[in-house]
């Protein structure tokens, strides 16, 4: 019993050496715990800012969006001014990575009303555009002073013609796609640019109708009421909701696709 004790006890050490020894960590990781080690030994506030911009780079590669933001946000030491709209920028980021637009536009709006005298970098500007856009505000952009925010690298006369095809886009009504699934079974998956699942949509349906019909012919009410119904429902409703959110993706797709025609926009 002893010798199976001292096994355990000397595997369970084997483990937690393996485990967090340094040969398991990725190069990432290594490189991050050095940046915070230097952090701390860092006494020069604007090299702290410097160090802490790099941390947050490393935890943007590993998709750590949460976690940067916290350390940004837990940053309160006194740095020069073109660090502090690095950090205000890496923040709308983040923000942005992490699916919450609206705090992404009001650290926008905070570096926008506290360094006004900055040269704003190209990263920053189509960050702007796109979060604006994703807001619904894009017309800001418009009755803003464009020559200050984008000196040195804003096309005006492209962007213009962007809003405008913006505004002008052909998106899907995702009501609408519902209310043609509720006629016509699979007709609001077509109508969202989904063919192909229209038409299994529909085949669907009308299986599970037939298999109701069937069931009645011969007699068998109860099999039709419980399974046909089920199944039935199943698809019929199944399909209306399938083609809300179907539109909404074409919708999505659309934009995306648009959004990302700003890197022509911005010299």
């Not at 619904?136 to 962007?159: N, P």
Request: proline share 1%.
């Amino acid at each position: 019993m002893r010798f199976y004790l001292i096994f355990i006890f000397l595997l369970s050490l084997f483990i937690t050496n393996k485990t967090f020894s340094q040969d398991s960590l990725s190069e990432l990781d290594l490189q991050y715990f050095q940046l915070v080690e230097d952090f701390y030994l860092e006494s020069d506030p604007n090299k702290k800012g410097e160090l802490l911009l790099a941390q947050v780079s490393v935890l943007k590669e590993q998709k750590k969006f949460h976690k940067g933001l916290e350390l940004l946000n837990e940053f309160r030491i006194p740095v020069n001014d073109s660090l502090k709209f690095c950090i205000g920028t890496q923040k709308a980021l983040l923000n942005f990575a992490e699916g919450n637009d609206k705090l992404a536009l009001l650290e926008i709006q905070k570096l926008e009303y506290g360094s006004s005298n900055l040269k704003f970098t190209k990263d920053y500007q189509i960050l702007k555009v796109i979060v604006f856009t994703k807001n619904g505000i894009i017309e800001e952009l418009q009755t803003k002073d464009s020559d200050k925010v984008f000196t040195g690298h804003f096309d005006s006369l492209k962007f213009s013609a962007w809003i405008e095809e913006y505004k002008n886009l052909k998106l899907k009504k995702p009501s609408r796609a519902e209310w043609l699934s509720t006629f016509v079974p699979g007709l609001g998956q077509t109508y969202s640019g989904y063919v192909g699942e229209g038409i299994a949509g529909f085949g669907l349906n009308a299986i599970a109708l037939g298999f109701i019909g069937y069931n009645f012919f011969l007699t068998n009410y109860l099999t039709a009421f419980t399974v046909g119904s089920g199944i039935m429902q199943k698809f019929y409703f199944g399909g209306r909701r399938r083609a809300y959110y179907l539109a909404e993706k074409r919708n999505e797709i659309i934009l995306n696709s648009h959004l990302k025609r700003l890197e022509n926009c911005i010299k």
